[in-house]
């Protein structure tokens, strides 16, 4: 399974790190994303790592103020998330997809709230 932590509630401009821990597999056959998904809106990616090489994406709204990263050893893939606003507020959830189709994962979710 995967776990998100460090969620919360922050101002407008503020700094949050997530998460994302896997427990009971190696993530490094894993792609991992970040998505959100706001009240009364679909869930959308917000970035995600390869994980076969060190290739990175990121939705247009977050590029420049997000950073993903990954620690195989640890089982962790963390976004760092800088200069804040009130749109980002969503659930985040993170999700693994295994290189060789063996199997998926979707965390259950971190509030992320930021206020104006």
């Known amino acids: 399974q995967l776990v998100e932590s460090g969620g919360g509630s922050v101002q407008t401009g503020g700094s949050m790190r997530l998460s994302c821990v896997a427990s009971g597999f190696k993530i490094d056959n894993y792609a991992i994303g970040w998505f959100r998904q706001a009240p009364g809106e679909e869930r959308e990616g917000v970035s995600c790592?390869?994980?076969?090489?060190?290739?990175?994406y990121y939705q247009d709204s977050v590029r420049g103020r997000f950073t993903i990263s990954r620690d195989n050893a640890r089982k962790k893939v963390d976004l760092q998330m800088n200069s804040l606003e009130p749109e980002d507020t969503a659930i985040y959830y993170c999700y693994g997809e295994n290189r060789y189709a063996e199997g998926d994962y979707w965390g259950p979710g971190t509030q992320v709230t930021v206020s104006s």
């Open positions: 790592i390869a994980s076969t090489y060190d290739g990175r």
